[in-house]
């Protein structure tokens, strides 16, 4: 009586194996490269031939040399003397940025400034506060939390203009670096 369902279950076990190990060549996917057309060669792939996608970022040492690669004039704020310049670029030869860090190098901000309308600043987070707020001369859209500024912008005479703070600052930060502006 053992011998027979001990064969059942070896031949259920060929059968269950043989139909695992076909079903790989019959469906068609196999691991062997093609072989190539009659005539053509084939080089094999280096690193060297990926398509990369070019940096938009452009480092600059001085303001001229910015403002001549994105081809306008913008000035540049005055922080307090605890913050220093870190860095100048621009990007796709469209928008000035310069980023300016605290002694300690925990604080930073980022300015930037482009020709046109429309938001600059890049930060695409959701903040449970926004507000417009009148600094000087200008209307400045602010996003932040629990009464920190994070991302403010404005725009003034075709030109657009950002700020982000990281972390987020205190409102008297924003007003004195926007009133620096003017």
Same mark, same amino acid.
């Given at each position: 009586?053992?011998?027979?369902?001990? *064969?059942?279950?070896?031949?259920?076990?060929?059968?269950?194996?043989?139909?695992?190990?076909?079903?790989?060549?019959?469906?068609?996917?196999?691991?062997?490269? &093609?072989?190539?057309?009659?005539?053509?060669?084939?080089?094999? !792939?280096?690193?060297?031939?990926?398509?990369?996608?070019?940096?938009?970022?452009?480092?600059?040492?001085?303001?001229?040399?910015?403002? =001549? !690669?994105?081809? *306008?004039? *913008? #000035?540049? &704020?005055?922080?307090?003397?605890?913050?220093? =310049?870190?860095?100048?670029?621009?990007?796709?030869? #469209?928008?000035?940025?310069?980023?300016?860090?605290?002694?300690?190098?925990?604080?930073?901000?980022?300015?930037?400034?482009?020709?046109?309308?429309?938001?600059?600043?890049?930060?695409?987070? #959701?903040?449970?506060?926004?507000?417009?707020? !009148?600094?000087?001369?200008?209307?400045?859209?602010?996003?932040?939390?629990?009464?920190?500024?994070?991302? !403010?912008?404005?725009?003034?005479?075709?030109?657009?203009?950002?700020?982000?703070?990281?972390?987020?600052?205190?409102?008297?930060?924003? #007003?004195?670096?926007?009133?620096?502006? =003017?």
């Amino acid at each position: 009586m053992k011998k027979p369902i001990v *064969f059942a279950a070896c031949a259920l076990m060929a059968l269950a194996l043989a139909a695992c190990g076909g079903s790989a060549s019959s469906s068609g996917s196999t691991s062997v490269p &093609p072989t190539p057309q009659s005539g053509a060669t084939s080089t094999p !792939a280096s690193d060297d031939s990926q398509a990369e996608v070019p940096n938009p970022i452009t480092e600059h040492e001085t303001i001229e040399e910015a403002e =001549q !690669a994105v081809g *306008f004039s *913008f #000035k540049v &704020p005055v922080l307090p003397d605890q913050y220093a =310049q870190t860095g100048l670029s621009t990007i796709d030869g #469209k928008v000035a940025e310069v980023d300016f860090a605290s002694d300690s190098g925990l604080d930073t901000v980022t300015y930037r400034a482009a020709k046109g309308s429309g938001p600059i600043d890049g930060d695409y987070n #959701k903040y449970p506060e926004e507000d417009i707020v !009148a600094i000087g001369l200008y209307e400045v859209y602010t996003r932040g939390a629990d009464g920190q500024v994070s991302v !403010a912008a404005w725009e003034d005479e075709g030109m657009s203009y950002s700020l982000a703070f990281d972390p987020a600052a205190d409102p008297s930060l924003l #007003k004195e670096i926007i009133e620096s502006l =003017q």
